[in-house]
């Protein structure tokens, strides 16, 4: 009993044991105390597709016109609109890829950024209200978060350039048992889903085209071995600890 209580104990230490190396974020020799490294990135600005929800809001000098626009969104007790509202009584970019509008009728808007959008909305509005203002927003850009992170779910982000680091800081962060040099993104596109592996220990992953996240965008954090390793020695040390005191109750009973 002696020998494999030993045994579990080494055996424990050797599945624990974790390093810096693989829990710090963007490792690299460059990056040195009060001295700034500039890194760059690349941002893709995200183009509109069917399914969208657009918030349209105009203001102008003639509240009765611009209220044809304004959708009023369903409020809380604290006056705020909450997400599920806004989404149901926004404009909704259907499948040919258009929004229909008040007088303006439909206007196609797939393949277009929010600001081309409100730029096209903008001039058929000038046709009928003078010295109106536009405001676009996408309401529907929400991201999934799975795997090894203190809070999974999804999320919805209210910053079209939110990056990956802040959509897994929604999520709580990753957890000590996250495998950081195997984080794998799911993103829905037009001809189907990218998957790919992304190195959160790795300097350079601020550069990736994927860095920067798209709505809908699934992020899935995977274990690290040592972590399985853990969990199965528990499970492991549940059956002999059961198996030990079947055996000592059966000699007991001897």
Known sequence: MRN???????????????????LVYMQSQQFKENSPTLVPTVHKLYKLQSNDVLSIKVLSL??????????????NAFG????????????????E???????????KVSGLTTSETQELIQRNLNKYITNSTVVVKL??????????????????????QA??????????????????HNVK??????????VVL?????????????????????????????????????VLNAVFGAVSTAALLLNFLR
């Open 4 to 22: 494999y209580l030993c045994f579990l104990l080494l055996l424990a230490l050797a599945t624990s044991c974790m390093t810096k190396r693989e």
């Open 62 to 75: 003639q509240p009765e016109m611009s209220e044809l626009f304004n959708i009023t969104n369903p409020t």
């Open 80 to 95: 705020v609109a909450d997400q599920g509202s806004m989404y149901l009584s926004g404009y909704s970019v259907d499948e």
């Open 97 to 107: 890829g258009n929004i229909e509008l008040p007088t303006l009728g439909k206007l």
């Open 139 to 160: 309401i529907s850009f929400k991201i999934s978060v799975l795997g090894e992170v203190r809070n999974p779910g999804y999320f919805y982000v209210y910053n079209e």
């Open 163 to 180: 990056n990956l680091f802040e959509g897994l800081s929604l999520a709580g962060d990753l957890t000590q048992g996250a495998n950081r």
């Open 185 to 194: 993104l799911i993103r829905q596109t037009p001809g189907g889903s990218e």
């Open 198 to 234: 992304l190195d959160l220990t790795a300097a350079d992953v601020v550069q990736s085209p994927y860095y920067y996240l798209m709505p809908n965008d699934v992020i899935y954090v995977e274990p690290r071995q040592t972590q399985l390793r853990r969990d199965n020695l528990i």
